[in-house]
């Protein structure tokens, strides 16, 4: 397998505009995990799925952010509209089995909005 | 609230060892330790559950005190692969993946 595979991997964007995030995760594994670090912040969970269905998004910053999982080998994270101090790298994971286990990351996104 | 971990940074030759500590002050189901080279994802290391079970790769060793919400990873004969940030992430439920991570501990392993 590929691993999870997350794009663009770079996004720079204004102000305002709407930007959506891909991920892929490895096939087989139920959870799904957004991230989000930033220098000040760290290494932040966002929101996470359990077989698609959204678990706990309690970590989702405003109702700027939402996040989907329409089938069990895409989720998108989108930000509308962004501001330029949601500049992060945003990693997805995946797991299989359950929640305590070891989770593997996407090389990210490196988003900059200007 | 954030762990705390210990030290922020740390610099090692090879051959030598290290601990990095990361302390809660809630009470902990998990602790979660990942790497983290410069520009790349971070990658598992361990997971210490309360009630004693580990789950890892066997070159990494680590203890989780349940009674003082503490965890230390141990790199023992320390390798220049092993340089990086670690992490260590916290949760509090067996039911939920709400981990909080800490700031990271800098391992810089040189000839």
């Known amino acids: 397998d590929a691993g999870v595979i997350q794009s663009p991997r770079h996004e720079v964007t204004e102000m305002g505009q709407e930007v959506t995030l891909r991920c892929k995760p490895i096939s087989g594994h139920d959870y799904l995990f957004w991230y989000r670090q930033t220098m000040m912040r760290g290494l932040e969970l966002l929101i996470y799925f359990n077989n698609n269905v959204p678990i706990d998004d309690s970590g989702m910053p405003e109702d700027r952010f939402s996040a989907k999982m329409p089938n069990a080998s895409f989720s998108t994270l989108k930000i509308q509209p962004s501001e330029p101090r949601d500049s992060a790298v945003y990693f997805c994971?995946?797991?299989?089995?359950?929640?305590?286990?070891?989770?593997?990351f996407g090389q990210g996104t490196r988003l900059t909005v200007v | 609230q954030q762990p705390v971990q210990s030290p922020q940074a740390v610099i090692l030759r090879e051959g030598e060892d290290a601990v990095i500590n990361c302390s809660s002050s809630k009470a902990l189901y998990s602790v979660h330790w990942y790497r983290q080279k410069h520009g790349e994802a971070p990658v598992f290391l361990m997971i210490?559950?309360?009630?004693?079970e580990q789950k890892g790769h066997e070159k990494i060793s680590a203890s989780f005190n349940e009674k003082k919400q503490q965890s230390s990873l141990y790199l023992t004969a320390s390798q220049l692969s092993y340089s990086g940030t670690y992490f260590c992430?916290?949760?509090?439920?067996?039911?939920?993946?709400?981990?909080?991570f800490g700031k990271g501990t800098k391992l810089s392993v040189i000839p």
């Open positions: 994971a995946s797991s299989l089995g359950q929640i305590h286990t070891e989770a593997f």
């Open positions: 210490l559950l309360k009630g004693g």
């Open positions: 992430g916290t949760g509090v439920g067996a039911g939920s993946y709400q981990l909080t």
